[in-house]
Each structure stands twice: as C-alpha cells, then as structure tokens.
C-alpha cells in the first residue's frame, strides 16, 4: 500500500502564488509518472501537471507558464509551485501517481486526499 499526502494549500489573492507538495510513502521501490490534478465545484477532475520519473513535464494549457512540477526521487516527493494564481485555478488539487512495489511487479496508481487552493481578493 502506498499513501500520498498533499501539503501547501490554502488562500491566495490573484496575482499570487503557492506551493504544492506531495509525499508518497508506504511499500515503494520506485516512482514512475507523477502528477496533479485539479477538480472545481461543478466541473470535472482534470490534469495540471505530469513529470515522468527521468524529470519530462508537462502541463495544461491553462496553466503553461505559470506552474511549475518538480520531484524529488531521494524523497518520493513531487511540489506544484503555482505563480500568477488566478480565480479560476481555485480547487481541489490532488496527487497521483504510478508506483512499482519491486523490480518486477506491475505499476499500480494511487490518489492523494486532495489539498484546498482558493483564489480570490
């Protein structure tokens, strides 16, 4: 079983920022693709963010060039840092990733709890 816990959520004016922070804990031998998604009232989860286990990234339109995904692969960490924050980029965020339990073994993917972002003055 693995368990990823979010950090760093919270309240920010436009125009601000925030960073995101995921640990991936349990029974882990290694981490592949990582990634944030996000879910507003209403509407369905989408994807944010995604870096691979060699550091690719990629990112949704909406939010290219003002969100950033790094990890750590020392840490089974993955960070979200969010700058230019706008009213719309206020949701739920969660964490997700594919995790291997030994060199042999098929990549099972798990979710976060998800971690709050509101964006307003």
């Known amino acids: 079983q693995v368990h990823l816990v979010e950090s760093g959520g919270g309240w920010a004016q436009p125009g601000g920022s925030l960073r995101l922070s995921c640990a991936a804990s349990?029974?882990?031998?290694?981490?592949?693709?990582m990634r944030w998604y996000r879910q507003a009232p209403g509407e369905e989860r989408e994807l944010v963010a995604t870096?691979?286990?060699?550091?690719?990234?990629g990112y949704a339109d909406s939010v290219k060039g003002r969100f950033t995904i790094s990890r750590d692969n020392t840490k089974n960490t993955v960070s979200l840092q969010m700058n230019s924050l706008k009213v719309d980029d206020t949701a739920v965020y969660y964490c997700?990733?594919?995790?291997?339990?030994?060199?042999?073994?098929?990549?099972?993917?798990?979710w976060g709890q998800g971690t709050q972002v509101t964006v307003s003055s």
């Open positions: 349990g029974s882990i031998f290694s981490i592949a693709t």
């Open positions: 997700n990733a594919d995790t291997y339990t030994s060199h042999y073994s098929p990549s099972h993917n798990y």
């Open positions: 870096i691979t286990g060699g550091g690719n990234t």
